[in-house]
């Protein structure tokens, strides 16, 4: 298995612009995390996701913020419209069996808006 | 929901010396503590866990302790390598849904 797959690896963008970070999680896990790192706040969860169904997305900052997961084997963050204070690596993260479980991370996203 | 608190920060070493990071929970309900290790620019890679059931667990030159009154664990590195410099991140599980939540993270040098 290829891991969590992530894309794009970097992404710069100007302020205002709509910005789409996409997800493949390991095939066969049914729960999937979207986590956003700063140096000032470290590791946050944005949103979790268990059998595609939204869970908990209390830590999406704002309304700006939105993700889906249409089937198993995807999901998207999106920000409209985006922000400097954006500005983050966004990083997905999937488990079998549920939360209380080994995390496997992907290779996040670098965000940079300009 | 879950806080976690980590400790410290910053942690310097010299190579062959034990490093120990600690960090406090506030969720009694919290069965699951893993730890996990981060690169500089790699992505967060799991390198030890343990559940409430048990007060230690240990892994070659890693272990790390629970105490679940006191409601903290800590992790234990013995003879460190330079190639253990990286940061490292415990969690908590917060009570109900048990997700994952981060502590800020401790950045470990190792010096040669």
């Known amino acids: 298995d290829a891991g969590v797959i992530q894309s794009p690896r970097h992404e710069v963008t100007e302020m205002g612009q709509e910005v789409t970070l996409r997800c493949k999680p390991i095939?066969?896990?049914?729960?999937l995390f979207w986590y956003r790192q700063t140096m000032m706040r470290g590791l946050e969860l944005l949103i979790y996701?268990?059998?595609?169904?939204?869970?908990?997305d209390s830590g999406m900052p704002e309304d700006r913020f939105s993700a889906k997961m249409p089937n198993a084997s995807f999901s998207t963050l999106k920000i409209q419209p985006s922000e400097p204070r954006d500005s983050a690596v966004y990083f997905c993260?999937?488990?079998?069996?549920?939360?209380?479980?080994?995390?496997?991370f992907g290779s996040g996203t670098q965000l940079s808006v300009l | 929901g879950e806080n976690v608190e980590q400790h410290p920060s910053t942690l310097s070493v010299q190579e062959g010396d034990s490093a120990v990071i600690k960090c406090t929970y506030s969720?009694?309900?919290?069965?699951?503590f893993p730890w996990y290790k981060q690169e500089l620019g790699k992505r967060p890679q799991l390198i030890i866990d343990?559940?409430?059931?048990?007060g230690e667990k240990k892994d070659q030159r890693i272990a790390v302790t629970l105490n679940k009154t006191a409601k903290h664990f800590s992790l234990h590195i013995t003879e460190t390598q330079p190639e253990d410099s990286a940061v490292y991140f415990c969690?908590?599980?917060?009570?109900?849904?048990?997700?994952?939540?981060f502590g800020r993270g401790t950045s470990l040098i190792v010096h040669p």
């Open positions: 993260a999937s488990t079998a069996g549920g939360p209380n479980e080994k995390l496997f």
């Open positions: 095939s066969g896990h049914n729960s």
């Open positions: 996701f268990n059998n595609n169904v939204p869970i908990d």
């Open positions: 969720d009694s309900a919290s069965n699951y």
């Open positions: 343990i559940r409430s059931n048990v």
């Open positions: 969690a908590g599980a917060s009570g109900g849904s048990y997700i994952p939540t």
